[in-house]
């Protein structure tokens, strides 16, 4: 099964960026829709961001579209997801999570947790001056 690690976390000032990483290792991530979710204190874990296998759909919640952009790179195995001007509601652990196939490549269907096998152990963000 494929493993993944997230790194890039970490303390940031309202208005400023993070650049979040997701290593994979186990497999070749060509195979994978990867998607970002993140999980704030006391709330439940949300779908933010999806790119599909080839980096052609990609998906952001509104929360995040026009700030967050979400890129892979298939030769390093590894995915990313810029964050610029951060707010302090998007503090919150960042987990990337990965699905074998097609089968969140259709409609809201990447927001799905259900659908991705394979998890990270999360990177906290902190959002605050």
């Known amino acids: 099964q494929l493993q993944l690690v997230e790194s890039g976390g970490g303390l940031v000032q309202p208005g400023g960026s993070l650049r979040l990483s997701c290593a994979a290792s186990?497999?070749?991530?060509?195979?994978?829709?990867i998607a970002w979710f993140r999980q704030a204190p006391g709330k439940e874990r949300e779908a933010i961001s999806s790119i599909g296998k080839s980096s052609i759909k990609l998906d952001y919640a509104d929360s995040v579209s026009g700030r967050f952009t979400v890129s892979r790179d298939n030769a390093k195995n590894t995915a990313y997801l810029q964050m610029n001007s951060l707010r302090p509601e998007d503090t919150a652990v960042y987990y990337c999570?990965?699905?074998?196939?097609?089968?969140?490549?259709?409609?809201?269907?990447?927001?799905?947790?259900?659908?991705?096998?394979?998890w990270g152990q999360g990177t906290q963000v902190t959002v605050s001056s």
């Open positions: 999570a990965a699905s074998l196939g097609s089968k969140t490549m259709y409609g809201s269907s990447w927001s799905i947790r259900g659908l991705y096998e394979s």
């Open positions: 186990g497999g070749t991530l060509d195979s994978y829709a």
